[in-house]
């Protein structure tokens, strides 16, 4: 199921800030129990993420002052971002991601069911449908 990159996740892990190697590691596996299955698991140095192919489809990195969630699906389907925002409406996020501190801020049951709500199959359509749209001019 997962890749390394030549690292292991406690080796990601142990490399946070110590604030963060607890929060990272209880949503990292928050993540793994939610994700649909098909996607495969990378660790690397910046990033814990599950693929669709080469594509990232979620990913957790330690920015300066937070970790962040990287959820494409989120982007891609905006009802998704939405649904988190109403559990969640002082939630620090982007078009795409959820900025954190503390697993506290987060609605942990609906980020799952955001985590789980696309299917490989159906990510693949989406972003295969993104790929061949035509790109509108500014």
Known sequence: ???TNGMAFDDFIAALPAERQQPAAQV??????????GYTEHIGPKYLEFRA???MCVGLTNQKNYLSLHLVPMY????LQEQLAAAAP?????KGCVNFKEVAELPLDMLGQVIAAT??????????????????KD
């Open 1 to 3: 199921m997962s890749t």
């Open 28 to 37: 990292w596996q928050l993540v793994r129990q939610a994700v649909p299955g």
């Open 53 to 55: 192919g080469a594509d």
């Open 76 to 79: 891609l389907r905006p009802a």
């Open 90 to 94: 002082t939630l620090k996020m982007g």
């Open 119 to 136: 299917s490989l199959a159906d990510y693949l359509a989406i972003m295969q449908a993104r790929r061949s749209a035509p790109r509108k």
